[in-house]
C-alpha cells in the first residue's frame, strides 16, 4: 500500500530530525549521514508506528538544508528562545526538531507555515510531554510571524480570515 502523500512528508521531516540528531550526537558529516538514512532507514517502523515510505527528495533538502544553514537558524531560533533558555539548554532532539523547523519556515515558501509549525508540533509529541510542544510551538510561531508574516492568517471574530 502507498503512503499518502502528505504522510510521506511528515515520514520525512521525522527522518529529517533523527538524521540532525545523529550528526550532532556523533559529529558525523551531514552528507554522509544523509546518504545512510536513504541507503537504510526509511521504511522501518518507528516507536511501534510504521509510518510508510517517506519522500526521499524532500527530507534531502530538509536534511541538507538545516545542516548546512545551521548557523543562521541557530541565530533566528535563539531569537525567539527567552535568555535563561538559550539554545544549547535545550536537548539535542528538540534542538533538531527547531531547526528542521525553521529551515522550512527561512527555505521552503512552497510549504505553508501553518503546515510546518503543525508538523514539528506533532513530530514533539511524540518524543516530548507537556513543556516541549508549547515551547516548539512558541518558537516556530515567532519565527513565522518574523520570516513569513504575509502568510499568515488571523482569524476574526467573524471567522474570515485576515491577515497580519
Avoid at 527530507?59 to 533558555?85: N, Q, S, Y
Wanted: a negative charge; hydrophobic letters at 45%.
Amino acid at each position: 500500500m502507498n503512503a499518502l502523500p502528505g504522510r510521506k512528508r511528515t515520514s520525512a521531516r521525522l527522518a529529517a530530525v533523527q538524521a540532525l540528531y545523529q550528526i550532532e550526537l556523533t559529529q558525523a558529516e551531514p552528507r554522509q549521514v544523509i546518504e545512510e538514512f536513504l541507503a537504510h532507514r526509511f521504511g522501518e517502523s518507528s516507536k511501534g508506528e510504521d509510518f510508510g515510505e517517506a519522500d526521499k527528495e524532500f527530507f534531502g533538502a530538509v536534511a541538507a538544508g538545516a545542516a548546512a544553514h545551521g548557523a543562521e537558524l541557530d541565530r533566528a531560533i535563539a531569537a525567539a528562545l527567552t535568555p535563561d533558555w538559550p539554545l544549547v539548554r535545550l536537548e539535542s532532539v528538540l534542538r533538531a526538531i527547531l531547526r528542521c523547523g525553521a529551515f522550512e519556515l527561512a527555505h521552503r515558501p512552497d510549504v505553508a507555515p501553518e503546515i510546518v509549525i503543525n508538523e514539528y508540533l506533532d513530530i514533539t509529541h511524540a518524543f516530548f510531554g507537556a513543556k516541549e510542544p508549547a515551547l516548539v510551538n512558541g518558537v516556530l510561531d515567532n519565527l513565522a510571524r518574523r520570516l513569513r508574516a504575509g502568510e499568515l492568517g488571523e482569524k476574526r471574530r467573524d471567522g474570515e480570515t485576515a491577515s497580519r
